[in-house]
């Protein structure tokens, strides 16, 4: 469902000098598989991430998503995409600061054509724990409370593929497998492909596929 093919990336260092980041001749994900990307800090898991969700754009190279190749889709079009194709949980969360918990959850249901659901917005809530923190906002929680709530805010939109940053990073042992559990129970019953970036063993190990980056990364074999 997940197909990278030649995908370069280069950021331009200040004298001008391009600074290659990614060079990917081959990566793909089937429809509801599940995996974990790994690689060192700095190794380009999120700016690969960011791509593959139509958040900034490639140099060159192919990202299709069900078919569609949303490097070639104009700005808006990628945006609507990923309001309905893809659920993301960002590394510094994102969260809205004016909205609470449950309402933060509802605006990723609002942004993609289908319309809020309350009912599974709290349940997702509930299944990460926060059922008795439906009214706070961002400011009121605790780090690791923020990151369960953009868990659930990402799977709000029922998406097609799941890209999850580095999810468990800021949570304690318990709440990690609460999190990983719900991840990966909610893909399976809804055949939501998951890409997740930990570095913690003990969540990929749960995994029957495992990447490494710099493996399939020919801009870090270089560096
Ligand atoms: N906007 C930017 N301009 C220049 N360099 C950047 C920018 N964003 C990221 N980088 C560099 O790209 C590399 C990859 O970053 P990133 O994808 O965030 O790595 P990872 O998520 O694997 O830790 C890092 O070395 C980082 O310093
Ligand atoms: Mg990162």
Do not use: W
Not at 4 to 22: C, F, H, N, Q, S
Not at 68 to 77: F, Q, S, V, W
Not at 83 to 88: E, N, R, T
């Amino acid at each position: 469902m997940l197909l990278v093919r030649d995908l370069r990336k280069a950021y331009v260092e200040p004298d001008g000098t391009p600074l290659p980041i990614l060079d990917i001749p081959a990566f793909h994900v089937d429809e509801a598989e599940q995996m974990v990307l790994m690689g060192h800090s700095g190794c380009g898991k999120t700016t690969l991430l960011h791509i593959i969700a139509g958040l900034s754009q490639p140099d060159s190279g192919e990202v299709q998503i069900d078919g569609y190749d949303i490097t070639r889709l104009p700005e808006a079009g990628r945006d609507r995409f990923r309001a309905d194709k893809i659920g993301y949980v960002f590394q510094t969360f994102n969260l809205l600061p004016g909205f609470s918990a449950l309402e933060n959850v509802l605006l990723g249901m609002t942004f993609c054509s289908g319309r809020a659901d309350v009912g599974r917005a709290k349940d997702l809530l509930t299944r990460v724990g926060l059922g008795h923190r439906f009214t706070h906002k961002p400011n009121m929680l605790s780090v690791g409370e923020q990151q369960r709530v953009a868990v659930a805010r990402a799977l709000a939109n029922r998406p097609r593929l799941l890209l999850a940053d580095e999810p468990t990073a800021n949570i304690d042992s318990r709440h990690q497998k609460i999190v990983v559990d719900l991840l990966r129970e909610t893909c399976r019953e809804e055949r939501v492909a998951l890409v997740l970036v930990t570095h913690a063993d003990d969540v990929a190990e749960q995994f029957g596929r495992v990447e490494r980056l710099e493996k399939i990364n020919r801009a870090v074999a270089a560096a």
